[in-house]
């Protein structure tokens, strides 16, 4: 089994940063792409952004050129830098990850969410 455990949310002024971490754990092979994925009260789930293997990355468009995601490949972690947050980009904020265990072919996996609130 895989376990992604998901910290660094909390509650941060209009402006301010916060910085996600989603770690990775368990009988893991291989990590094709790890990705975050928010919701906000009474919306839809929706990418935010996501990094693969290869090394490309992407951003939905309302958080280009704020939002930085990384991975740390040796620790199957992935980050999520957020720079200029908006009251709009408060929401659940989860982890997701395509991850190869052994003896399994890839499966997606979801950690349990971490909670962002930015006030005006």
């Known amino acids: 089994q895989v376990q992604l455990v998901e910290s660094g949310g909390g509650l941060v002024q209009a402006g301010g940063s916060l910085r996600l971490s989603c770690a990775a754990s368990?009988?893991?092979?291989?990590?094709?792409?790890m990705s975050w994925y928010r919701q906000a009260p009474g919306k839809a789930s929706e990418l935010v952004a996501g990094?693969?293997?290869?090394?490309?990355?992407g951003y939905v468009d309302s958080v280009q050129g704020r939002f930085t995601i990384s991975r740390d490949l040796a620790k199957n972690t992935v980050y999520l830098q957020m720079n200029g947050l908006k009251p709009e980009d408060t929401a659940v904020y989860y982890c997701h990850a395509e991850v190869q265990v052994t003896d399994h072919p890839f499966m997606e996996y979801w950690g349990k969410g971490t909670l962002v609130i930015v006030s005006s």
């Open positions: 368990g009988n893991i092979v291989s990590i094709n792409s």
């Open positions: 990094a693969i293997s290869g090394g490309s990355k």
